[in-house]
């Protein structure tokens, strides 16, 4: 009887279990399922090459992909260097330490900060201290704070990975600490420090809430690295929420989740490759 | 560095405010009229925290379910879908599910439950979603971390395997899933533009599930764009109210991980 019971809870509990996990997958294929069935059938290609009319109601969205680009090329060319070097000075240079804990703590939290928060930091010390208004160096700067940590994680992670041997090899080789770390650990952790950028790609693509406070919204087509711009993400955000047009914001967003999912395609494949490579 | 940039500027802007009407005025104060000058963030406050404890009703036992499930019963094809299908989960921006919420569940909730629609009970289920990924992840990890010996162990003392898991593993697995749960919190307590997008954001004191509210980073979010002068001070103030309650629970969550580690 007792052995009965305990079979009877596991069955159930593998039956509720079972559900949930079906759901979770049921929901998120039926979020990606509407908005990709609305919004297919209106990217054409003069969709994207088009500027849009009347605030959008009509035409493209050609300003706001360069907008997008723009701003995460940005944030990628600052976050990088900052990040590999931060990642390197904390695997190579220093033992754990008094520093290395605070740099660990700091990246730590700072990857947890909500992005309106972001937003708030970027729009005084960018957008008002700086004095850079509203524009894409103002946004891409937040937004490379945003994505620091993932980068510095990511690239960690992969300086970790490489066997101690290859820093012996390349000592006895006569190698100064700097030709070791440029010659024998950069280009083994370059995968994963390119895992890491693609990361930080696929959020600069994503985030609204920073991006809104810094870059502005205007819809005009960028000149220079001060002129404000406005994303994908915030265009999709500004049709839907002030009703302009919902064919126009299915089709953004139709676009966004598709240029996410290529993203995310290529860093799992690239993770994948890189890991099997290891092992 | 850059932490610190942070903290100083979104504190020397809140600050004065918080001085000048009185720590307690600010964040026990129920009105919230800016054109009149009184900053009371009491509403928020609650709301942000309604918001939370519903995201995390429903995303906690979801995210366990799938915890358990990836680990443990999911036949390796099945896990080999479900694990980018949930990596792709945190990838979708947030205003594409706020959108999704907006088109699809706050009709729903109106339709069926009555209110506007617009209210905690669509947030929070929106919001126990897109804080899945992190529980699922985190928690994953502490259970794969576990010696295999704590299974065998219970299973050979006659154990079911659900028995294993329930007794065994998810207590030893205990501090990374509590992290797991600590740190989807924070996601949810900073979460904006969907929230914008779903709560209906009317100031006043929730009083149900199917009210409509706004939550502190709403707030922030759509005061932001036209706020000057004091008013734009009280949204700083609200940034630095916000920022110490992540701050808590990051530390919280840092701090119970380096003790599992150590």
Not at chain 1, 40 to 69: A, C, D, K, N
Not at chain 1, 229 to 234: D, H, K, L, N, P
Not at chain 2, 113 to 128: A, V
Request: net charge positive; proline share 5%; charged share 10%.
């Amino acid at each position: 009887m007792l052995l009965r019971t305990r079979y009877l809870t596991q069955g159930i509990a593998k039956v509720l279990i079972w559900i949930a996990a079906l759901s979770t997958i049921a929901v998120m294929i039926l979020i990606l399922l509407q908005i990709l069935a609305e919004g297919l059938p209106i990217l054409h290609l003069r969709f994207f090459l088009e500027s849009p009319r009347e605030m959008g109601r009509e035409g493209g969205i050609f300003p706001t992909i360069i907008g997008t680009v723009a701003l995460t090329a940005v944030a990628i060319l600052f976050a990088t260097p900052l990040g590999v070097g931060t990642a390197i000075f904390l695997r190579e240079y220093t033992r754990e330490s008094h520093i290395s804990r605070i740099i660990r703590f700091g990246t730590d939290c700072l990857a947890g900060v909500p992005s309106i928060i972001f937003g708030l930091f970027g729009f005084v010390f960018f957008v008002i201290y700086l004095n850079m208004g509203w524009s894409i160096l103002s946004g891409g700067l937040t937004l490379a704070a945003m994505i620091l940590p993932t980068i510095i994680s990511t690239a960690e992670e992969a300086i970790k990975a490489i066997p101690y041997s290859y820093r012996e090899v390349s000592y006895s080789l006569g190698g100064t600490k700097w030709q070791t770390v440029i010659r024998a650990i950069l280009p083994n952790a370059l995968p994963g420090i390119f895992t890491g950028i693609i990361l930080g790609v696929g959020r600069s693509i994503g985030e609204t809430a920073a991006i809104i406070l810094t870059a502005g919204s205007s819809l005009v087509m960028p000149t220079s690295l001060f002129s404000p711009i406005r994303t994908m993400s915030i265009h999709f955000y500004i049709l839907a929420r002030e009703g302009i047009s919902m064919d126009m914001a299915y089709g953004t967003g139709a676009a966004l989740i598709l240029l996410v999912l290529l993203i995310n395609t290529v860093a799992h494949w690239l993770l994948n490759r890189y890991i099997r490579h290891r092992v | 560095m850059i932490l610190g940039l942070i903290t100083f500027f979104i504190f020397e802007q809140g600050l004065p405010l918080i001085w000048k009407i009185g720590p307690r005025a600010f964040i026990l104060g129920e009105r919230w009229v800016p054109s009149q000058g009184s900053f009371g963030i009491l509403p928020m406050i609650v709301s942000s925290f309604w918001v939370t404890i519903g995201a995390l009703a429903l995303g906690i036992p979801l995210g366990l379910a799938c915890t358990i499930f990836l680990c443990e019963w999911s036949p390796p094809s099945v896990g080999m879908v479900l694990r980018p299908a949930i990596q792709l989960l945190a990838a979708i921006p947030s205003v594409i599910y706020g959108f999704w919420g907006l088109i699809v569940l706050v009709p729903l909730v109106r339709n069926y439950l009555g209110g506007p629609g617009l209210s905690i009970l669509s947030g929070s289920m929106i919001l126990g979603f897109m804080i899945l990924p992190t529980i699922i992840s985190i928690s994953e990890d502490s259970l794969n971390a576990l010696p295999p010996s704590y299974k065998q162990g219970a299973l050979a003392l006659g154990a079911t395997h659900w028995q294993a898991i329930w007794r065994v593993l998810i207590p030893a697995a205990r501090s990374g899933i509590v992290t797991s749960i600590i740190l989807g919190m924070g996601r949810a307590v900073g979460e904006t533009m969907a929230m914008i997008m779903i709560l209906g954001n009317a100031v006043k004191m929730p009083t149900s599930f199917l009210d409509s509210a706004r939550t502190l980073t709403t707030n922030i979010g759509i005061e932001m764009g036209y706020a000057s002068g004091a008013h734009r001070q009280a949204l700083f103030a609200t940034g630095v109210v916000l920022f110490i309650i992540i701050m808590l629970l990051n530390s919280l969550a840092i701090f119970l991980s380096r003790r599992r580690a150590g």
